[in-house]
């Protein structure tokens, strides 16, 4: 079946969850400039739809080499999480503009394992990379949020205070390296909880104004890959202005899983197509290197190639295109 | 398998799935009925009603279940108790067989000897019209017990409780049904498939009625035993009833001695034990299929795989719940 829910402890767990607490949106929210149907399945692919319903932990560990790192548990799972990103405010100042925005992208490497997760302690190991194992110190008040998406008033009760204890995480081939004793951080709890869903987006108000009818300079291209335990997937669209990018890489290495994705916003248009929809060059810029050709035979054969790749923190050079990746091109919805 | 399932299904996920959702929602509105149910005891006139439904003609449209969903399920009776990390072991009531290693799936030539004949054909009505899976008789001491997946009793999220007429029909071939049809009298899933639907628990369980000759499941075609809490790192042999290209549903399948690649990296993202990959081509239909160890205890069943690597099969690992599954079908009366 298509989707079902992931729990929370997908990439919501992971990326959401670093959002600062006080965030009037997620970092991950769709930029409304995207049609409906790019929104959908963007937030599939991220996982995005479920509502939080259960405590969550966070332990900041600062920034290192431009990454924010900082380990989340949730349930039976714990993430260390390496970040770079360029703000959410740039991001949706970019998108609302009425200028060309700049490129802006926002890489994530998360490394996600079992352990365990209670209020006042998190232990999990991330096998030849590290562990983690501290307890909870709260300091200073109680906080209540409510998000949005949520009935009810203060639906989380967040605590404050200090993790202590033993985090070591090294990065492959070193790109961050955590030794740390104390850390600050925050264990938030349901209350009331009334989800319904996260907030709707509404379709973007020229796309209200215009009816049903559908851009053709909207294109769209989807490429994948699978084998047993790995995945990696590409999806990117534009319209005449700007042009979205989301790649995302899976593996699964024994008791632990790396999951990397990058989600990109670029002012312009990065995939060029002919009218038959027979070839197309994809050519994103930063993080991605390269480009990706598609070309789709009279017989139906499709293929995906190029120097196309791509920059997650800790796999600086994954390749988007192959013989192996699966790859789809729609325009004009 | 019936329910492709994590992030990139097959075929594509993505638009394909909104399109179907609607679509799936409008066949809904006019096939639910009042006989709909997703887990407990069915009435005594569905279960009549059942057994005459199935016709060779139906159960040669019968089709797998792609995109589906339903609404979530209530499991009213509680789990029993378990003492679970520790493994269990049920033994069989058929010998064990001679097979090869191959990863390639093979046309079972016989599937009324001993033991393939414990597999089988679970057919149902679904909301888009007649649905199948595969699924497997397991020792028990009603002599009634079939394990299959969970998403083939109920797909959850959206129409609610609507799969009806589920009947099991072992060593079915080319229409034939050398052992009869035995209709289900009860249907449950593990108690997180059925509240959340978390894919790491895609199990479920039938407790069937005699068959048309007054012959009890068990005593028919016997039982495979059941295994749970062991290691995950174990050869399997694969069986199923494939019905999309390249196969066409009438012959059951089999990939014998196929061994545990590792984990889906997308299970981290769920609560509970992590699922299973196997080398073994599988298309829709096979959902519920046996994956027996020694050739006679099962101990995991194909739920989902993934559209750009065909031939992998993904399941859920076989734990606790599993073995409460089985123990409280195994106390239905």
Known sequence: MIGRPLALASLTALCLGAAPAASPASPLDIPSAAPPQFRAV???KLHTSEPRRSADSRIELGFQHGYRLMVIGEGNLVALVAMRDPGLSRILEAVSSAHKPPALARTVTAYVTRGTVTPTRIEASF?????????????????????????????????RGTFAGRIRFTGENGYVSV????????????????????????????DRSTGRR??????????????????????????????????????????????????ALVGGRVLTHDDALTSATLRPPRPFHGRGIY??????????????????????????????????????? | MNSPGRGVPRPFAGARALAVGVAMLALALGFATDEALASGDLAPAQVRRATGFWTPARMARARPLDHLRTGSPRISSAPARIS????????????????????????????????????????????????RCSGTSVNAPSYSVVITAGHCIDEGDFFGDIFTRWVFVPGYRFGQRPFGVFPARWVGTTRQWGTTHNENFDVGALVVERNERGRLLGKAVGGTGLAWGLKPNQTFDVHGYSAEQPFDGETQQLCPQTRFLGHDPRSFLSPGPLDLAVSCEVTGGSSGGGWTIDGHILNGLTAYGYS???????????????GRLYVRARRVR
């Open chain 1, 42 to 44: 963007l937030r599939e």
């Open chain 1, 214 to 263: 559908r851009s053709d300079s909207r294109a769209g291209m989807f490429v994948e890959r699978h084998t047993p335990t790995t995945s990696t997937e590409l999806f990117a669209f534009q319209t005449s202005r700007l042009s979205l990018l989301l790649a995302l890489a899976e593996e699964s290495r024994g008791t632990m899983a790396v999951f990397h994705y990058v989600l």
């Open chain 2, 84 to 131: 679970a990390l520790s493994p269990h072991v049920y033994p069989p009531t058929s010998p064990a067989p001679e097979a090869g290693a191959s990863a390639v799936p093979e046309t079972v030539p016989d599937p009324t000897a001993v033991p393939e004949r414990t597999n089988g054909v679970v057919f149902l009505v679904a909301p888009f019209g007649l649905g």
């Open chain 1, 127 to 159: 096998g030849s990379l590290g562990d983690v194992a501290v307890r909870f110190h709260p300091s200073g008040r109680t906080v209540k949020e409510d998000p949005g998406h949520c009935r009810g008033n203060s639906a989380f009760k967040v605590r």
């Open chain 2, 308 to 322: 750009g690597d065909p031939d992998t099969d993904f399941g859920p690992y076989f734990g606790r719940e599993v």
């Open chain 1, 295 to 333: 070309s789709a035979a009279p017989d139906g054969t499709k293929t995906w190639s190029g120097s196309l790749s791509v920059a997650f923190p800790g796999a600086p050079r994954q390749p988007l295109t192959g013989a192996e990746f699966a790859s789809q091109l729609t325009v004009g919805f």
């Open chain 1, 179 to 206: 030794r740390a004793h104390r850390a600050r951080g925050r264990v938030r709890t349901p209350r009331h909880l009334r989800c319904r869903g996260r907030r709707p987006v509404g379709p973007h108000p020229r």
